[in-house]
């Protein structure tokens, strides 16, 4: 069973940066795009930031100019680079892994989440 093992969460002040990481637990051949999705208490979970073997680079409005994503798709690996951090911001962070499928859809592959904490 293929893991995504997300590390870098925590408590961090307004304004103050956090670096977040996921890798797989084994490579995963055919990996289309990787993400961070994050979801807060009583919300339904969002899209943060994605990026594509290809290299491209999509954002949610709320952290444009504020997160960059970053990693090699290829070799199953993302970081989301988060600064000038805001209390709205906190959630729990999922990484994301888009296997594209001939038939019934693409599979998608979950990593447990990291906290992210933003407060004074």
């Known amino acids: 069973q293929v893991q995504l093992v997300e590390s870098g969460g925590g408590l961090v002040q307004p304004g103050g940066s956090l670096r977040l990481s996921c890798e797989a637990s084994?490579?995963?051949?055919?990996?289309?795009?990787m993400g961070w999705y994050r979801q807060a208490p009583g919300k339904q979970r969002e899209l943060v930031a994605t990026?594509?073997?290809?290299?491209?680079?999509d954002y949610a409005d709320s952290v444009k100019g504020r997160f960059t994503i970053a990693g090699d798709v290829a070799e199953n690996t993302v970081y989301l680079q988060m600064n000038s951090l805001k209390p709205e911001d906190t959630a729990v962070y999922f990484c994301?892994?888009?296997?594209?499928?001939?038939?019934?859809?693409?599979?998608?592959?979950w990593g447990q989440g990291t906290q992210v904490t933003v407060s004074s």
């Open positions: 994301n892994a888009v296997h594209p499928m001939p038939y019934g859809g693409p599979v998608h592959y």
């Open positions: 084994r490579r995963i051949f055919s990996i289309d795009a």
């Open positions: 990026i594509t073997r290809g290299g491209n680079l």
